[in-house]
């Protein structure tokens, strides 16, 4: 009989100590945590990028890495005055099936909005690193339609997946991508050549190029509500590539040529009068000279006639 008390004590000491955490361990899973939600305060997007998986369970549905920095960006452009801070003493830390399921409260502000939420992450050791798995907030969350979470801009905002544009646009020699947050239009409006940009949209009319690259700064557009994106390679010889951003309107389209890495426009758009100039392509209206200089080519209205013009411009 004793020794079946021994067994049974045995047997319940092995099945509780499973979900036990060593000391050092636990300490860099909190560690860990807290990094991750100092980045989000300092609203570091691209800095999260090492803290994910390949592919995310992000609040009840799978993502890929790439997909949830890209939510991560709209979450800090609609509210950059956006903050979380952890509870300290609000954090439990299981473990279970070589995971740690990290339970915390945050106590969150943006907009005027102060609340506390109590989040979750998943978390597996992989390489020697920690990485999230999962990611959400309690089922049971009051507000969980609130808008800085997925699903409000899943519904709400135009998320353009699978429309990542790759290219060096920072000059580290490293491949990253860019992509373009347009506006949100209005239900059922027509995009008619007497409606203005202004008219079709809801709130502002501006679309917003996304970098993935640390230290790059997003570069808005107005009166653009459909666009496309352009690698323009190395025009200046900093070592970074070039970004393009077509402007598409019913009778006009205008290519913007920005320095990704000072935001600025390298030339005044680019306008072509599509309703008179039609199908041309990009190498049409634009193309590399020599050394810092392109060739841009135009429509210009004269004597009452629509023309092409083109002319050299000279790059610092």
């Not at 905002?157 to 947050?181: E, K």
């Not at 409006?189 to 940009?197: E, I, L, M, N, R």
């Not at 050394?291 to 610092?316: F, H, M, P, Q």
Request: aromatic share 10%; hydrophobic share 35%.
């Amino acid at each position: 009989m004793k020794l079946v008390s021994l067994f049974a004590c045995l047997f319940l000491f092995l099945c509780s100590s499973c979900n036990e955490i060593d000391p050092k361990g636990e300490k860099e899973v909190r560690a860990f945590v807290q990094q991750w939600n100092e980045n989000h305060t300092q609203l570091k997007a691209p800095f999260l990028k090492p803290n994910y998986m390949d592919v995310v369970n992000y609040y009840g549905t799978d993502h890929t890495k790439e997909e949830v920095l890209q939510d991560k960006l709209l979450l800090f452009q609609q509210f950059p005055d956006y903050t979380q801070q952890l509870d300290t003493n609000q954090v439990r830390i299981t473990k279970e099936a070589g995971n740690y399921l990290v339970v915390f409260t945050n106590q969150v502000q943006y907009n005027g909005v102060d609340a506390a939420y109590e989040w979750y992450v998943s978390l597996v050791l992989k390489n020697g690193g920690y990485k999230i798995v999962s990611e959400g907030i309690a089922e049971d969350a009051k507000h969980k339609d609130a808008p800085i979470f997925p699903d409000y801009r899943e519904t709400t905002m135009v998320i353009p997946r699978n429309r990542q544009l790759f290219g060096d646009f920072n000059g580290d020699a490293l491949s990253d991508y860019a992509f373009v947050t347009s506006p949100e239009l209005v239900a059922g409006t027509q995009k008619s050549k007497q409606a203005t940009a202004k008219a079709l949209c809801k709130g502002g009319c501006s679309s917003i190029i996304n970098f993935s690259a640390p230290g790059l700064q997003s570069i808005t557009i107005e009166d653009a509500y459909q666009s496309q994106l352009e690698n323009l390679k190395d025009l200046n010889g900093d070592g970074a590539d070039e970004i393009g951003f077509w402007n598409i309107q019913p009778t006009t389209k205008s290519l913007y040529v920005f320095d990704a890495t000072t935001s600025k426009l390298l030339t005044p758009p680019i306008v072509i009068n599509t309703a008179v100039h039609k199908n041309l392509n990009l190498i049409d209206v634009f193309k590399k000279s020599g050394a810092n200089k392109i060739t841009v080519t135009r429509s210009v209205e004269r004597d009452g006639k629509w023309v092409l013009v083109s002319e050299i411009v000279g790059l610092e």
